[in-house]
């Protein structure tokens, strides 16, 4: 399973962009990159998922260079209730089904934001 | 359109009780995975089913137990509690023949398992 490494933690202050970066290098050909957010006593929630160079949806932009050993999720414009855990997670590329693959969660970067 | 739903929210047994934690996947998914998430920790991956049966396990002891019913709903159970299994168990759900990409697990807010 490829693991990934990310910041413990950062802080940031309210309306600043913030940029978490997640290293994977044993990522496989067909994983794809995925980050969740997590709320204390509440489940993981997807954010984005990306296979190469950048992808951008409502909430959050992800940019993955050509090697593919590294991401970085961006959240624009912070606000308080963005204060959360963010999760950068590979899938392990095996199984049945692209459905099938067990999620390997590290611990997460806790972001703080600051008013 | 339904999320991924879990019950009960909160749930406290003493060493040695079983308990079991019941969740409905989210409409349109078939498959169901498993994860304890300790204080601090990001969640581990405890096992998934798919057609009723466990397809992938992951490092936990044979104390830990599932079962698929056929309209893809799940129950996790766990014999002879240990203070240790105190956790948030969270359920997700997903589609097992997802096209072309990888889909995102979709989670459920977890059940809160207390051990005295």
């Known amino acids: 399973l490829a693991k990934t490494t990310q910041p413990i933690s950062m802080d940031s202050y309210e309306g600043q962009e913030v940029n978490i970066t997640c290293s994977h290098n044993?990522?496989?050909?067909?994983?794809?990159i995925t980050w969740y957010q997590q709320f204390p006593s509440q489940g993981p929630r997807f954010i984005i998922q990306?296979?190469?160079t950048k992808v951008t949806n409502e909430v959050a932009s992800l940019f993955i260079p050509a090697d593919r050993k590294s991401s970085t999720l961006s959240l624009p414009r912070v606000s308080l209730s963005d204060t959360a855990v963010y999760y950068c997670l590979v899938g392990d590329g095996e199984g049945s089904g692209a459905g099938s693959y067990q999620l390997t969660f590290g611990k997460g970067t806790k972001l703080s934001v600051i008013p | 359109d339904a999320g991924v739903t879990q019950s009960p929210t909160h749930l406290i047994k003493t060493r040695g009780q079983q308990v079991t934690l019941r969740c409905s996947p989210k409409s349109g998914h078939d498959t169901v995975s498993w994860y304890q998430q300790a204080l601090g920790q990001g969640p581990q991956f405890i096992f998934q089913?798919?057609?009723?049966?466990?397809?992938q396990r992951g490092n936990f002891p044979d104390r830990f137990s599932g079962h698929q019913f056929p309209n893809y709903s799940s129950e996790l159970n766990v014999n002879a509690l240990l203070l240790g299994d105190s956790a948030l168990y969270l359920c997700?759900?997903?589609?097992?023949?997802?096209?072309?990409?990888?889909?995102?697990?979709?989670f459920g807010d977890g059940t809160r398992l207390s051990i005295l």
């Open positions: 997700a759900s997903s589609l097992m023949e997802a096209s072309n990409s990888n889909q995102p697990q979709h």
């Open positions: 990306g296979y190469k």
């Open positions: 044993n990522i496989a050909t067909n994983d794809y």
């Open positions: 089913y798919y057609e009723e049966e466990e397809r």
